[in-house]
């Protein structure tokens, strides 16, 4: 990024009125992508229950701290440390292979329920496609009898996030500038490795979820009744997204999945309706390697557009706030291995308009 918005000291100008909503609102969809991962992960331990009693636990735990503490020593000495890894991790799965006869079992179970996490990421982003909504990503829509149009300088923001487990370190540095009509997406995710007792399976499948939001907005007044198209126009100045995984010797998995959205919310006194716009979901699956990813460049030349239309039929003289911004989701398994994330995306949203239909 070679001229980052400048984080601004001084008091906003705008103002936030709908935050206890629209957070509310927020949590709400967080708790709804999370859930159904987190109804799973239990299920997978029950299944686990089957093959893995503790006295096989326990003796796994040895195993593992046995090739731990002999890898860490032989990283003092000389020598190619990916020669060293691979022997190590290899080493490892080996004498668990050996030593627990339903090895294997664990192994087949583990990839049944990583393709069951899949397609409830499939059935989400069916569930948006079936919403109302367009997003645009090389022309620009055709326009539309605007009954008001807004630009910057924004007299509303909102922004929030939500951890679901807190086991992941999170830093987020990301922030809104309604003056200018900046968003800046700045996270850094890292989801360790839990150094627990593996006596029991409350370590299998270990989760977390981090969500967080920007967004500028302003108010509108309807004119006449009926419906509202919304439309936003954003531009991308600056993206680099990028995750990993990193193994630790054992029962190795891990999974990491990103997605980066646009929103759009109506804010009424007492409710909040609006839309998600998935613009981009990418991740990483691993059984024990070290694996890194960089998600594809977003277009830096040409702005994307985005366009709602809210289900309610308005009266006249109703007074909305609506909000336009970015979004992004991490959601982290991990099982005797690591996941990290680093998010750096700076937009401005341009253009918020509304048209009667």
Same mark, same amino acid.
């Given at each position: 990024?070679?001229?980052?918005?400048?984080?601004?000291?001084?008091?906003?100008?705008?103002?936030?009125?709908?935050?206890?909503?629209?957070?509310?609102?927020?949590?709400?969809?967080?708790?709804?992508?999370?859930?159904? #991962?987190?109804?799973?992960?239990?299920?997978?331990?029950?299944?686990? $229950? @089957?093959? *893995?009693?503790? =006295?096989?636990?326990?003796? !796994?735990?040895?195993?593992?701290?046995?090739?731990?503490?002999?890898?860490?020593?032989?990283?003092?000495?000389?020598?190619?440390?990916?020669?060293?890894?691979?022997?190590?991790?290899?080493?490892?799965?080996?004498?668990?292979?050996?030593?627990?006869?339903?090895? #294997?079992?664990?192994?087949?179970?583990?990839?049944?329920?990583?393709? $069951? @996490?899949? *397609?409830?990421? =499939?059935?989400?982003?069916? !569930?948006?496609?079936?919403?109302?909504?367009?997003?645009?990503?090389?022309?620009?829509?055709?326009?539309?009898?605007?009954?008001?149009?807004?630009?910057?300088?924004?007299?509303?923001?909102?922004?929030?996030?939500?951890?679901?487990?807190?086991?992941?370190?999170?830093?987020?540095?990301?922030?809104?500038?309604?003056?200018?009509?900046?968003?800046?997406?700045?996270?850094?995710?890292?989801?360790?490795?839990?150094?627990?007792?593996?006596?029991?399976?409350?370590?299998?499948?270990?989760?977390?979820?981090?969500?967080?939001?920007?967004?500028?907005?302003?108010?509108?007044?309807?004119?006449?009744?009926?419906?509202?198209?919304?439309?936003?126009?954003?531009?991308?100045?600056?993206?680099?997204?990028?995750?990993?995984?990193?193994?630790?010797?054992?029962?190795?998995?891990?999974?990491?999945?990103?997605?980066?959205?646009?929103?759009?919310?109506?804010?009424?006194?007492?409710?909040?309706?609006?839309?998600?716009?998935?613009?981009?979901?990418?991740?990483?699956?691993?059984?024990?390697?070290?694996?890194?990813?960089?998600?594809?460049?977003?277009?830096?030349?040409?702005?994307?557009?985005?366009?709602?239309?809210?289900?309610?039929?308005?009266?006249?003289?109703?007074?909305?706030?609506?909000?336009?911004?970015?979004?992004?989701?991490?959601?982290?398994?991990?099982?005797?291995?690591?996941?990290?994330?680093?998010?750096?995306?700076?937009?401005?949203?341009?253009?918020?308009?509304?048209?009667?239909?």
């Amino acid at each position: 990024m070679k001229h980052p918005p400048v984080k601004e000291r001084r008091s906003k100008t705008a103002s936030r009125p709908d935050h206890t909503l629209t957070a509310k609102y927020f949590q709400k969809l967080s708790q709804e992508q999370s859930q159904p #991962r987190v109804a799973l992960a239990e299920d997978y331990r029950r299944s686990l $229950k @089957r093959i *893995l009693s503790k =006295k096989k636990l326990s003796s !796994a735990s040895e195993i593992i701290g046995r090739v731990q503490a002999e890898y860490h020593r032989t990283n003092l000495g000389l020598g190619p440390e990916l020669s060293r890894w691979k022997t190590s991790h290899r080493k490892a799965q080996l004498t668990l292979a050996r030593t627990l006869p339903n090895y #294997r079992d664990w192994k087949s179970l583990a990839e049944m329920f990583r393709k $069951k @996490r899949q *397609l409830l990421g =499939k059935g989400e982003l069916a !569930a948006r496609a079936l919403q109302d909504i367009h997003i645009d990503r090389d022309d620009i829509l055709p326009p539309d009898r605007e009954v008001a149009a807004f630009t910057p300088p924004f007299p509303l923001y909102d922004s929030h996030q939500t951890q679901h487990a807190d086991l992941a370190e999170v830093q987020d540095n990301s922030l809104e500038m309604p003056g200018i009509g900046h968003l800046v997406t700045d996270v850094a995710f890292e989801h360790r490795k839990d150094d627990f007792i593996r006596t029991d399976l409350a370590g299998f499948g270990t989760m977390d979820f981090y969500d967080s939001y920007r967004t500028c907005g302003s108010t509108f007044t309807v004119p006449s009744r009926g419906k509202l198209k919304l439309r936003a126009t954003f531009k991308n100045f600056y993206n680099h997204v990028v995750c990993s995984t990193k193994d630790h010797f054992g029962f190795s998995e891990a999974e990491i999945d990103i997605l980066l959205e646009f929103i759009i919310v109506v804010a009424q006194p007492n409710q909040v309706k609006g839309a998600l716009f998935p613009l981009a979901r990418e991740g990483l699956v691993s059984f024990g390697s070290d694996l890194s990813y960089l998600f594809p460049s977003l277009d830096t030349t040409r702005p994307y557009e985005i366009e709602y239309r809210p289900p309610e039929i308005f009266t006249a003289g109703t007074s909305v706030n609506i909000y336009a911004g970015v979004r992004i989701f991490i959601a982290s398994v991990i099982n005797d291995m690591e996941t990290s994330a680093r998010a750096r995306l700076w937009w401005q949203l341009q253009k918020l308009s509304v048209a009667m239909v």
